[in-house]
């Protein structure tokens, strides 16, 4: 991969992440995530590693790069992962196409997303939220595992997600690519960056899809994945300042409809339509002429509207949200930085649910404005990149949850250039949406009964890693990765099956609910343009549910593998003219809930296969995803009786949709 570091006219100031950035470093150069000293215009030509683990940051950071993101046709960010063993994406149901992402054996909400360091995803647009980012608007995905940094808030729990968008620095005045798979979904998007003289810089970013065809491959009568409709419009500008000022700031717009359920005109019905739309405005400036007193100020607006029916059931739901942050930097020397800062959020929630959408009135009104405002601080000490400290400290104050305290450590300690051990622990909150959070219960007959008084959740997770870089076929930069992280819970809202036959409850936890987490990668390069990486991930989950009597029953969180192992190869041609891609994933036993005939999933492999053909700014893709046509078989239990109280499509552990063969055009013009 080619990567080109422009001219810079201006000191980037860290805008969220500050010292203990999960992916300053790793960013591209265009990234407001690191600071960096004035440049003359040069050009550099390098290869990139599409998939990495960061040898620089304190914290655990998992890169995939623009080169990864090519992979496979990632129509959306959920397709993004498929070479990732830690990020599992699964459907919460069979009925609506809502995906979660689960990081460190934990559902999405426990996984703070960011778009560019700002907080993304959040409430109403979790569910449908991972494809509101097209794949193709993507330049790269840093994971970072464990705790994070507190200026970025409390709500990281399991770790953190930022997505790095398409740049309106980058010369690249048009892109556009061209999706199409026999399913008939069908794919557009266009992005056009724009310089407008030395300090003006924009990008429009524009995606349509759709799926024009019914599909139910395994004859249970109802849509595999529902008919959708998505136009989605962003435009960001950046603007660059004499003095070193950097004002960053855009809009998105996304309208949404999904029709799914019976094929058949008449009986169950899904439909679900969402409007969402974000505005933000990021500030970034030097206090002095030698760059070590920054400020930068963080502001963020989102409104989310959520409509939806299944059934007889529905959802409707409004959000309105805002977020300001604002940082000042300090570096002392080179040894010693403080970033301190001031934090405020604001969430309203418009929330009904209904048991019965002809009554006309709700069975849950819930309802609630939550407000929160705080105070951080985060120290980092650098002993010259051999050992980095990053302390942080944070106390909020919230409306309805009172006083939030968040420690976060983490720690880097190189032994060698080639041998790193970072080890991070950390506590974080979150407040639960309980509908969003687990729109999988509505694609049930079950009537959903939610105690009072939910807690907000709360968690540490501590842990650590070992990276080894060695030469292998002569190929220096090999390495082996081992990590290992765990997540304690001390309040959790817990979405209970298996308490009452045909009852979805949703109570607070009375007892212990933990998971550990291991990991292994391996990454190695045996030819010229052949690369080899191979990964194997094992969760260990558990909970302790509230039985009927109230005593406490310690399980397996259900729906979770066991373990996954991914097998990725990929050979290039000379120049990369030619790229082939292969794909092996072997998907571990996941407990079932204690309703069903089986106790747990069976262990079931998938393959993935893409061939890309590259020209003069254009490149040609075809690809097989699922090639054995693997499915889960019977999805829906009693999908013969959707009215009923025993109709449930939400234990889902398996691929919903078969083969699927597809082709693609990408076109950038420079």
């Known amino acids: 991969m080619n990567t080109t570091i422009r001219r810079y006219q201006a000191l980037i100031v860290s805008l969220a992440v500050a010292a203990s950035a999960a992916h300053a470093q790793d960013a591209p150069p265009d990234s407001d995530t690191a600071r960096v000293n004035t440049l003359d215009e040069v050009v550099v030509r390098s290869k990139h590693q599409s998939n990495y683990i960061s040898a620089m940051q304190p914290v655990h950071t998992e890169v995939i790069s623009s080169a990864g993101l090519k992979k496979m046709a990632c129509c959306s960010l959920a397709e993004s992962f498929e070479n990732n063993a830690s990020i599992s994406v699964g459907y919460s149901d069979a009925v609506s196409g809502a995906r979660q992402i689960r990081l460190l054996g934990l559902s999405g909400g426990y996984t703070q997303m960011l778009d560019e360091a700002r907080p993304a995803m959040r409430g109403l647009s979790a569910p449908f939220g991972l494809s509101y980012i097209p794949g193709q608007w993507l330049q790269s995905v840093q994971i970072a595992k464990g705790a994070g940094s507190v200026a970025n808030g409390y709500e990281s729990i399991a770790g953190q997600i930022n997505l790095e968008l398409r740049k309106p620095t980058a010369e690249e005045p048009l892109f556009v690519n061209v999706y199409f798979d026999h399913f008939l979904r069908t794919e557009a998007n266009i992005v056009s960056s724009l310089q407008l003289g030395d300090k003006w810089n924009t990008a429009v970013l524009a995606h349509a899809s759709g799926d024009l065809q019914k599909q139910d491959d395994n004859g249970d009568g109802f849509m595999d994945e529902p008919m959708k409709r998505q136009l989605n419009l962003a435009n960001r500008w950046i603007y660059l300042g004499d003095n070193g000022t950097q004002w960053r700031f855009g809009v998105q717009g996304l309208q949404e409809t999904r029709e799914g359920g019976q094929i058949n005109a008449g009986g169950y019905s899904t439909n679900i339509e969402n409007t969402h739309f974000n505005a933000y405005s990021k500030v970034g400036m030097p206090l002095n002429d030698d760059n070590t007193y920054n400020l930068a100020v963080v502001a963020d607006y989102t409104f989310h509207d959520l409509r939806s029916s299944f059934g007889k059931k529905a959802y409707d739901g409004r959000q309105q949200s805002g977020f300001a942050n604002v940082l000042l930097q300090n570096f002392f020397t080179d040894r010693h930085h403080l970033t301190t800062g001031l934090t405020g959020r604001w969430d309203d929630y418009n929330e009904m649910l209904y048991g019965n959408r002809s009554n006309d009135s709700a069975t849950h009104d819930l309802s609630r404005r939550e407000l929160s405002g705080g105070v951080f601080g985060e120290y980092t000490l650098n002993l010259g990149n051999k050992f980095v ?37 950390g506590r974080g909150y979150r407040s639960a949406n309980i509908v969003t959070d687990n729109i999988g219960m509505l694609a049930t007959g079950y009537e959903i009964k939610i105690d009072n008084a939910l807690n907000m959740e709360a968690a540490w997770t501590y842990g650590g890693s070992l990276l080894y870089y060695f030469k292998l076929f002569n190929y220096s930069k090999s390495y082996i990765s081992i990590d290992y992280f765990r997540t304690d819970f001390s309040d959790q809202v817990l979405v209970d099956y298996e308490r009452e036959l045909y009852k979805v409850w949703i109570y607070n936890l009375a007892g212990k609910s933990y998971t550990n987490t291991y990991q292994f990668e391996f990454n190695t390069e045996p030819l010229e343009r052949f690369t080899i990486s191979a990964t194997f991930r094992y969760n260990d989950n558990k909970t302790d549910l509230t039985t009927n009597s109230g005593q406490a029953e310690r399980v397996e969180t259900p729906l979770r593998d066991r373990y996954k192992g991914i097998l990725n190869l990929q050979y290039g041609t000379r120049r990369y003219k030619w790229t082939f891609d292969a794909t092996a994933q072997l998907n571990g036993q996941s407990r079932l809930p204690n309703f069903m005939p089986d106790d747990y999933s069976p262990v079931y492999p998938l393959f993935f296969a893409q061939i890309t053909r590259k020209f003069k700014g254009m490149e040609i893709y075809a690809g097989v995803e699922n090639i054995l046509d693997y499915k889960q078989p019977n999805p829906i239990v009693h999908a013969e009786a959707p009215f009923s109280e025993k109709f449930n499509s939400s234990v889902i552990w398996g691929p919903l949709m078969g083969r699927r063969i597809y082709a693609g055009v990408r076109y950038t013009l420079y």
Request: net charge positive; glycine share 6%.
């Open 389 to 425: 400290a990053v302390a942080g400290l944070r106390a909020d104050y919230h409306n309805l949850h009172q006083w939030l305290l968040t420690p976060r450590l983490n720690v880097k300690y190189d032994f060698t250039k080639d041998l790193v051990l970072r080890g991070s622990a």
